[in-house]
């Protein structure tokens, strides 16, 4: 287990190269997590805290990891434990929500459904998109209805008994049309009776996870219209998407796809324009597989989704 005195001795080693850099200023706090350390910096008089950002490449080849910058409040420096603590996820029981990670603390970062209808997950091969959707699906289970789309064939086909996974483009049309067909009728619904929500209706929620956007975006053209459409209604009527892509640049991530998305989980990107496509800087830092930047709750964390083991 990495000790306290670890931590302040790397401590010391970021002064130190920041004072070779000619910065003034201290480390005021060290949080130890089971992933992250976080160094808060006090800059000295005079420092510009974005200078000092941009330094992080300087602060990465100290621990020969990427550290990761972020002026919030003040600058803090995150810098990935080395070998993490590794915490199980049948150990980790959050007491409401749908777990979706750790935080940096260590602590079960959750999902409210009714908080985020609608969830834009973006990383590169390899930082771990598919785990993440088992365990949203994990939690997902017994609280809402799912179906999903899976072009590929790959990350979705062990869930075919538990619930419709469409791959093949006329079934993809199919289940589309049918999420669409419900929300109408919940809208018509929730009009007679008079209320604004679902939940009047005593529905489940519908939730469609679609693996790989891109392949559907370009395989089926009239699918961002449905997506579009379900991600502007769905909210109140219950029906969610989780939208999953490898490849979230601007031709992939339209702005009008952007707008209806404001809530979003990203693993490592490939480069600065994947970054800016999701709003996300610094995600090009982030240590395959689980590390991540979420946004669920109005400001970027970054967190750790555990693995998923079935």
Not at 28 to 38: A, E, L, M, N
């Given at each position: 287990?990495?000790?306290?005195?670890?931590?302040?001795?790397?401590?010391?080693?970021?002064?130190?190269?920041?004072?070779?850099l000619?910065?003034?200023?201290?480390?005021?706090?060290?949080?130890?997590?089971?992933?992250?350390?976080?160094?808060?910096?006090?800059?000295?008089k005079?420092?510009?805290?974005?200078?000092?950002a941009?330094?992080?490449?300087?602060?990465?080849?100290?621990?020969?990891?990427?550290?990761?910058?972020?002026?919030?409040?003040?600058?803090?420096?995150?810098?990935?434990?080395?070998p993490?603590?590794?915490?199980?996820?049948?150990?980790?029981?959050?007491?409401?929500?749908?777990?979706?990670?750790?935080?940096?603390?260590?602590?079960?970062?959750?999902?409210?459904?009714?908080k985020?209808p609608?969830?834009?997950?973006?990383?590169?091969?390899?930082?771990?998109?598919?785990?993440?959707?088992?365990?949203?699906i994990?939690?997902?289970?017994?609280?809402a209805?799912?179906?999903?789309?899976?072009?590929?064939?790959?990350?979705?086909?062990?869930?075919?008994?538990?619930?419709?996974?469409?791959?093949?483009?006329?079934?993809?049309?199919e289940?589309?049309?049918?999420?669409?067909?419900?929300?109408?009728?919940?809208?018509?619904?929730?009009?007679?009776?008079?209320?604004?929500?679902?939940?009047?209706?005593?529905?489940?929620?519908?939730?469609?996870?679609?693996?790989e956007?891109?392949?559907?975006?370009?395989?089926?053209?009239?699918?961002?219209?449905?997506?579009?459409?379900?991600?502007?209604?769905?909210?109140?009527?219950?029906?969610?998407?989780?939208?999953?892509?490898?490849?979230?640049?601007?031709?992939?991530?339209?702005?009008?796809?952007?707008?209806?998305?404001?809530?979003?989980?990203?693993?490592?990107?490939?480069?600065?324009?994947?970054?800016?496509?999701?709003?996300?800087?610094?995600?090009?830092?982030?240590?395959?597989?689980?590390?991540?930047?979420?946004?669920?709750?109005?400001?970027?964390?970054?967190?750790?989704?555990?693995?998923?083991?079935?």
């Open positions: 287990m990495q000790s306290v005195e670890r931590a302040k001795e790397m401590a010391r080693a970021i002064e130190k190269k920041l004072a070779e000619g910065v003034s200023g201290h480390i005021s706090d060290i949080s130890i997590g089971p992933y992250i350390i976080t160094f808060y910096y006090k800059a000295g005079g420092q510009r805290i974005r200078q000092i941009s330094l992080e490449d300087d602060i990465s080849a100290l621990f020969s990891i990427d550290v990761r910058a972020v002026i919030e409040r003040g600058l803090r420096l995150e810098v990935p434990r080395v993490p603590l590794d915490i199980p996820l049948k150990d980790i029981n959050p007491t409401s929500g749908i777990l979706v990670g750790l935080d940096k603390e260590g602590l079960p970062y959750t999902l409210d459904l009714d985020v609608h969830l834009l997950i973006g990383g590169t091969t390899g930082a771990g998109k598919s785990n993440l959707i088992h365990v949203l994990r939690g997902l289970k017994g609280r209805r799912l179906f999903g789309i899976d072009f590929k064939r790959v990350e979705l086909g062990m869930y075919k008994e538990s619930f419709k996974v469409a791959v093949e483009e006329n079934e993809v049309k289940l589309l049309s049918m999420l669409l067909s419900e929300m109408d009728s919940r809208y018509r619904k929730m009009e007679e009776m008079g209320v604004n929500n679902y939940r009047h209706l005593s529905l489940l929620p519908w939730i469609c996870i679609i693996d956007y891109a392949e559907l975006k370009f395989l089926f053209k009239e699918a961002e219209k449905a997506v579009i459409r379900i991600a502007q209604l769905g909210r109140a009527s219950g029906i969610h998407l989780i939208v999953s892509t490898q490849r979230p640049d601007s031709r992939i991530i339209s702005p009008i796809i952007k707008a209806n998305f404001p809530f979003r989980i990203v693993l490592r990107l490939a480069g600065a324009g994947d970054e800016k496509v999701m709003d996300c800087k610094g995600a090009r830092r982030l240590i395959p597989p689980g590390d991540a930047l979420a946004n669920l709750k109005g400001e970027w964390e970054r967190i750790h989704v555990p693995y998923f083991d079935g």
